[in-house]
T-cell receptor, first 117, second 113 residues
Framework: AQKITQTQPGMFVQEKEAVTLDCTYD???????LFWYKQPSSGEMIFLIY??????QNATEGRYSLNFQKARKSANLVISASQLGDSAMYFC??????????????FGQGTRLTINP | AAGVIQSPRHLIKEKRETATLKCYPI?????VYWYQQGPGQDPQFLIS???????DKGSIPDRFSAQQFSDYHSELNMSSLELGDSALYFC????????????FGSGTRLTVV
């Protein structure tokens, strides 16, 4: 069975600093994908970044990058130059068998990030 | 760009009542997923549809049912509502086989009183 573990329930970071949110996963599937989503207090689930298990390079999207270490089964999210608007809950999620169609996401427990001015 | 549309945004129902949540996927997306997120919890998968057929099922109570229509929109029907059904219900859509454009709607917040 798949499992996603986020070991940081909460993090506090000063504005403009970089922050790393941890995510480890467990799966026996050779083909899978890893997502990060941001959920502000308003509740919507905002897509940030995606990494496929066969992607050779780490994914980047603006200030977000994914530090993908396949052998260690980790997919940490790095946010550079944090902003006050980054304060939110962050979820790591995995999708299995990305070529097998219509797959659900399995989420981690989430990390609540607070950016201090 | 068009997003996943969910309606209503907020819903208040009494115990034992019925609720219907609607989801309109991104145009051309053929797969719809439903998730339930309880207070302080991570989202849990309920059910998914591909080309109007159920493709996967999670821990969806028997009191809940869902379908996808010919225009690809989907409805989640919840009957005999219980206090524990109070949650944020997300719909997501994607283009088969499930990674391309996997996008969530803004959610429907259901409160059962």
């Amino acid at each position: 069975a798949q499992k996603i573990t986020q070991t940081q329930p909460g993090m506090f970071v000063q504005e403009k600093e970089a922050v790393t949110l941890d995510c480890t996963y467990d799966t026996s599937d050779p083909s899978y994908g890893l997502f990060w989503y941001k959920q502000p207090s308003s509740g919507e689930m905002i897509f940030l970044i995606y990494q496929g298990s066969y992607d050779q390079q780490n994914a980047t999207e603006g200030r977000y990058s994914l530090n993908f270490q396949k052998a260690r089964k980790s997919a940490n999210l790095v946010i550079s130059a944090s902003q006050l608007g980054d304060s939110a809950m962050y979820f790591c999620a995995m999708i299995r068998g990305i070529l097998q169609g219509a797959q659900k996401l399995v989420f981690g427990q989430g990390t609540r990030l607070t950016i201090n001015p | 760009a068009a997003g996943v549309i969910q309606s209503p945004r907020h819903l208040i129902k009494e115990k034992r009542e019925t609720a219907t949540l609607k989801c309109y996927p991104i145009p051309r997306h053929d797969t719809v997923y439903w998730y339930q997120q309880g207070p302080g919890q991570d989202p849990q998968f309920l059910i998914s549809f591909y080309e109007k057929m159920q493709s996967d099922k999670g821990s969806i109570p028997d009191r809940f049912s869902a379908q996808q229509f010919s225009d690809y929109h989907s409805e989640l029907n919840m009957s005999s509502l219980e206090l524990g059904d109070s949650a944020l219900y997300f719909c997501a859509s994607s283009l088969y086989p499930g990674v391309t454009g996997y996008t969530f709607g803004s959610g429907t917040r259901l409160t059962v009183v």
